[in-house]
C-alpha cells in the first residue's frame, strides 16, 4: 500500500470534514435483504401490536402466513384460510383471481390496536365470490385456540360495496391513533372515473373512491359520533354517507398513519399522467376532497365533477407531492420511517411504485426538495409494510411460487463505510484523515479499507471515492 502526496489531499479531507461537521447528518445507502422467497402473490405485510416475532403476510389468493422472524421461517399452517377452495362454512370467499394483473382478491389486514389484551380481533378486506366482479367485503375475524391460527369461521362482516367494475379496489385497512379503523376504497374501476353522472369519487351516495371510517367498538351500523357531516350538493341528499371521512381518489392503493405524530400519508393511483402522495394531519376532522377526478394529481382532468370538483378550486386538498407517471404506473404508499436501523432516516416518509421496483424516501417538510432514490429492485413491488419495531418490508412480485419479502436495511458492505458499522459518517471521514496524515489507526483492516477506491494507494482519489459513495 503506497501513500503520496498526504498532506495536500489530508488538508483537502480536513475542509470537506469542517464543512460536514456544520450540515446535516448523511444519508446512508439503503439495500434490502430477502426473508422469504416462495410466496404467492403477497399484497400486505403487517404485525400484531408489540409483536416483534412475528409477521402476517397477506397473499391475494385468500391466505395469511405467518413468518416467524426468530427463525425466518413460514409457519407451515396459515393463519387465516378464506380462498376459493378452502374448507369455510361461511358463505362468502375471496374470488379466485385470474392472474398476476387481477386486482381483486384478499387485498388488506389490520388487527385491533387491543390486540393480545383486551381481544384477539383483526380486521380485513377482500373481494369476495359473489359473481364477476364480487363485492368488496370488510370483515371482522378472531383468532381459535392457537394463537398461530385465525377462525375463519369467526366473520363478522361490517360492509359490503358493490364494485362495478375488476379494478380500483382500494384495500387498505388501517387503525388511527384514535382507534377508528380507517378504509380504502377505489373508484370503482374502468378508465376516468366513468360512472354516471359525476365519477363515484365525487358521489356522496356510495362509498367508493373515498376513505371510510368506523368504530369498531360500538355496536352496528360502527358509525362514528365525530364523523363529518359533509354537504352534498350534488344530490336531494343534504349530507354525505355517514362512513365517508373523506373522497376525490382514485385507487388509494395503501396509506397509513405516522406512528408517532398520528398523521396520515395515502398513495393514490393515478389514471395515466400523475401518482400523487396526501397529507393529512392528525388534527383533521376529515371531510377533504383530494379531487379526483376534476384532477389527475397537480393536473386538470374532467373539471368539472359535480358542484364541488373545479380544477384548481380552493376547497381542494392537493397532493404534497406527485410524480410523472411516463415510465412508472402506480404509486405503492408507504409509511413514516420510525424504527431503529436507519436513525438518518428519521420521520422521512418512504414510497415506492409497483412497475419499476424503485424506493424513495422524502422529508415530510420539503417533498419535492428532498426526494431521493434509495433502491432500485428492478422488479414489481406491490406493498410497503411496518414491522412492530417500526423498521419496514417490501412484498415484491406476482408470481404464485416465488415471490419475496424483504427488509429494508442499511447498506453495510458500502467501500465508504471504512469502519463496517452501517453507517457513512464523520467517524469513516476521521479514519481516512488519520491514515492520509500517518497516524495509525490501531487495526490493519482499518487502513486497508481507507483505500477506498481499491487501486492500491491510499490518496486524495480515496477521498473522492468516499465523497461520491456518501
Request: with cysteine.
Amino acid at each position: 500500500m503506497q501513500l503520496k502526496n498526504v498532506s495536500v489531499y489530508a488538508a483537502a479531507a480536513i475542509a470537506t470534514v469542517f464543512m460536514m461537521s456544520s450540515s446535516k447528518t448523511l444519508a446512508v445507502p439503503l439495500t434490502t435483504t430477502t426473508l422469504v422467497t416462495n410466496l404467492n402473490r403477497p399484497v400486505e405485510v403487517v404485525a400484531a401490536p408489540g409483536d416483534t416475532d412475528r409477521l402476517f403476510i397477506v397473499e391475494k389468493r385468500g391466505v395469511i402466513r405467518i413468518l416467524d422472524l426468530n427463525t425466518n421461517t413460514l409457519l407451515p399452517t396459515p393463519f387465516l384460510n378464506i380462498s376459493p377452495t378452502a374448507p369455510v362454512a361461511a358463505h362468502r370467499r375471496v374470488v379466485n383471481i385470474s392472474g398476476g394483473n387481477d386486482e381483486r382478491g384478499l387485498l388488506g389486514m389490520a388487527f385491533h390496536p387491543n390486540y393480545g389484551t383486551t381481544n384477539f380481533f383483526f380486521f380485513v378486506y377482500y373481494i369476495d365470490d359473489s359473481g364477476f366482479p364480487g363485492d368488496t367485503v370488510i370483515a371482522r375475524y378472531k383468532i381459535g385456540g392457537n394463537l398461530n391460527e385465525a377462525d375463519p369461521n369467526s366473520e363478522l362482516i361490517l360492509r359490503t360495496i358493490n364494485q362495478p367494475e375488476s379494478n380500483h379496489n382500494g384495500g387498505c385497512v388501517r387503525f388511527g391513533s384514535d382507534g377508528k379503523l380507517y378504509i380504502s376504497t377505489g373508484d370503482g374501476g374502468g378508465a376516468n372515473d366513468n360512472h354516471p353522472p359525476i365519477g363515484n369519487s365525487q358521489n356522496l351516495q356510495n362509498l367508493l373512491g373515498k376513505i371510510l371510517r368506523l368504530d369498531i367498538d360500538i355496536a352496528s351500523p360502527f358509525i362514528p359520533a365525530d364523523n363529518p357531516n359533509i354537504p352534498d350538493p350534488n344530490s336531494a341528499q343534504p349530507f354525505a354517507l355517514p362512513e365517508i371521512w373523506s373522497f376525490g381518489l382514485r385507487n388509494p392503493w395503501r396509506f397509513s398513519f405516522d406512528r408517532l405524530t398520528g398523521d396520515m400519508w395515502i398513495g393514490d393511483v393515478g389514471q395515466g399522467s400523475r401518482e400523487e402522495i396526501n397529507h393529512v394531519p392528525v388534527s383533521s376532522v376529515g371531510g377533504e376532497n383530494y379531487g379526483w377526478r376534476c384532477m389527475e394529481g397537480n393536473l386538470c382532468f374532467i373539471s368539472p365533477s359535480g358542484a364541488i370538483c373545479t380544477c384548481g378550486g380552493g376547497n381542494l386538498t392537493d397532493p404534497v407531492f406527485d410524480y410523472a407517471s411516463v415510465t412508472r404506473c402506480s404509486v405503492v404508499g408507504g409509511f413514516v420511517y420510525r424504527g431503529l436501523e436507519i436513525p438518518e432516516e428519521n420521520g422521512n416518509y418512504f414510497y415506492s411504485d409497483f412497475c419499476t421496483g424503485e424506493v424513495w424516501s422524502f422529508d415530510p417538510a420539503s417533498p419535492a426538495a428532498t426526494n431521493v432514490e434509495h433502491i432500485d429492485l428492478t422488479t414489481t413491488i406491490t406493498a410497503i409494510g411496518e414491522g412492530a419495531n417500526g423498521e419496514l418490508y417490501v412484498c415484491t412480485g406476482t408470481s404464485t411460487t416465488s415471490s419475496t419479502l424483504r427488509r429494508i436495511v442499511p447498506t453495510c458492505n458500502s467501500p465508504s463505510d471504512i469502519n463496517a458499522d452501517c453507517s457513512i459518517n464523520l467517524t469513516d471521514a476521521n479514519i481516512l484523515i488519520d491514515v492520509l496524515t500517518d497516524v495509525d489507526p490501531g487495526d490493519p483492516a482499518l487502513e486497508n479499507r481507507c483505500d477506498v477506491n481499491d487501486d492500491g494507494n491510499i490518496d486524495g482519489e480515496d477521498i473522492e471515492a468516499w465523497l461520491n459513495g456518501i
